[in-house]
């Protein structure tokens, strides 16, 4: 098994900057690629970012391409997610995920066996 737990959700203006962080434990000695994903109310959850073990590899959704930005310290079992000039359709809960046992990244959500909680973010216009 494996907790994750998202944090650094939080209220911020349009423009502002949020990092979120997604801390691993339990069955962490296994390679695993993350996720990131969001789900604004009456939408469907939808992909935001992913990582893969080594950090070489992070797709990114085309609408956070060039404003959020995906990293991991493998050595802290943590994923960060920096989200900067954030719009007000940003808005949403967002979840990380782990896919264990592989290093690829994937913008599939069905492919992930683990979730957190997710961690609410809103910008206010």
């Known amino acids: 098994q494996v907790q994750l737990v998202e944090s650094g959700g939080g209220l911020v203006q349009a423009g502002g900057s949020l990092r979120l962080s997604c801390a691993a434990s339990?069955?962490?000695?296994?390679?695993?690629?993350m996720g990131w994903f969001r789900q604004a109310p009456g939408k469907e959850r939808e992909f935001v970012a992913a990582?893969?073990?080594?950090?070489?590899?992070?797709p990114y959704a085309d609408s956070v391409k060039g404003r959020f930005t995906s990293s991991r310290d493998n050595a802290k079992n943590t994923v960060y997610l920096q989200m900067n000039s954030l719009k007000r359709e940003d808005t949403a809960v967002y979840y990380c995920?782990?896919?264990?046992?592989?290093?690829?990244?994937?913008?599939?959500?069905?492919?992930?066996?683990?979730w957190g909680q997710g961690t609410q973010v809103t910008v206010s216009s």
């Open positions: 990582i893969s073990w080594t950090g070489g590899t992070t």
């Open positions: 339990g069955r962490t000695f296994s390679r695993y690629a």
């Open positions: 995920a782990a896919k264990i046992g592989t290093v690829v990244a994937s913008i599939e959500a069905y492919t992930y066996n683990y």
